[in-house]
C-alpha cells in the first residue's frame, strides 16, 4: 500500500513537504505521480516523476512552487510544496505505477495508475 503523509493547514505562502511511502511495495520500481482533489471537483495531476527519477512533469498551476523527488533507499516519494495559496486547498493523492527504468515519460492521467494512497488533506487560508 501507498500512504501519503505531511499534510496540514497553513497560511497563503507557507510551505509543506508531503511524504509517500510504500509499505510493502519496493518503491524504486515505480512512477510516482501526485494527484489532489478539492471539494466538488474531480481529480488533477499536480506532477510526476518517472522511475528513475530523470524526467520530472508539473501541471500549469503548480510548475515552478511545487518540486517532486525521490529516495529509493528510503522507499520514499516527496511532494515540496512552496508559496502556497489558498486554491491549492485539496485532499492530495499519491500514485504508482510499474514502470520500465529507460521510460522518460510522466504519466499525468488517474487512470495510468493502478495503485493509490489514501490522501492526506492539505488547507491554505488566506
Known amino acids: 500500500q501507498l500512504q501519503a503523509s505531511g499534510g496540514g493547514s497553513v497560511q497563503a505562502g507557507d510551505s509543506l513537504r508531503l511524504s509517500c511511502r510504500a509499505s510493502?511495495?519496493?518503491?524504486?520500481?515505480?512512477?510516482i505521480g501526485w494527484f489532489r482533489q478539492a471539494p466538488g471537483k474531480e481529480r488533477e495531476f499536480v506532477g510526476g516523476?518517472?522511475?528513475?527519477?530523470?524526467?520530472?512533469d508539473y501541471a500549469d498551476s503548480t510548475e515552478g512552487r511545487f518540486t517532486i523527488s525521490r529516495d529509493n533507499g528510503k522507499n520514499e516519494a516527496y511532494l515540496q510544496m512552496n508559496s502556497l495559496k489558498p486554491e491549492d486547498t485539496a485532499v492530495y493523492y499519491c500514485?504508482?505505477?510499474?514502470?520500465?527504468?529507460?521510460?522518460?515519460?510522466?504519466?499525468?492521467?488517474?487512470?495510468?495508475?493502478?495503485?493509490w494512497g489514501q490522501g492526506t488533506l492539505v488547507t491554505v487560508s488566506s
Open positions: 500514485a504508482a505505477k510499474r514502470a520500465i527504468l529507460t521510460i522518460s515519460d510522466v504519466y499525468t492521467h488517474t487512470d495510468d495508475y493502478p495503485y
Open positions: 510493502w511495495r519496493t518503491i524504486r520500481e515505480y512512477a
Open positions: 516523476i518517472t522511475r528513475s527519477g530523470s524526467t520530472k
